[in-house]
């Protein structure tokens, strides 16, 4: 199973992105996903996810400036960040909950001040 992100980019203070994440079959149906993200000399975290029944959750840190969302039609999962800090800039994976080995390239967000 895999599970490609992309979208990211450079984005000033403020702005926005939208992420995406194909994945290579209908795991969303039968499992919950999430997205993830790597900081420079940062553990990778868990900031958003959502149950294949819809309910989704998120860190502290991103609550109330990014949703997460998911096509069954297309097997694609979504990030809409808004209100985007230099914090937020990071590799953004996305991976099923509990995450699978595979995690792929992620895609970089970089937030400039």
């Known amino acids: 199973v895999q599970l490609q992100a992309s979208g990211g980019g450079l984005v000033q203070a403020g702005g926005s992105l939208r992420l995406s994440c194909v994945t290579s079959?209908?795991?969303?149906?039968?499992?919950?996903a999430g997205w993830y993200r790597q900081a420079p000399g940062k553990q990778r975290e868990l900031v958003a996810t959502?149950?294949?029944?819809?309910?989704?959750n998120y860190e502290d840190s991103v609550n109330g400036r990014f949703t997460i969302d998911r096509d069954y039609a297309l097997n694609t999962m979504y990030l809409q960040m808004n209100s985007l800090k230099p914090e937020d800039t990071a590799v953004y994976y996305c991976?099923?909950?509990?995450?699978?080995?595979?995690w792929g390239q992620g895609t970089l967000v970089t937030v400039s001040s």
């Open positions: 079959r209908n795991i969303l149906n039968f499992n919950g």
């Open positions: 991976n099923i909950v509990p995450p699978g080995d595979y």
């Open positions: 959502i149950t294949v029944g819809g309910t989704t």
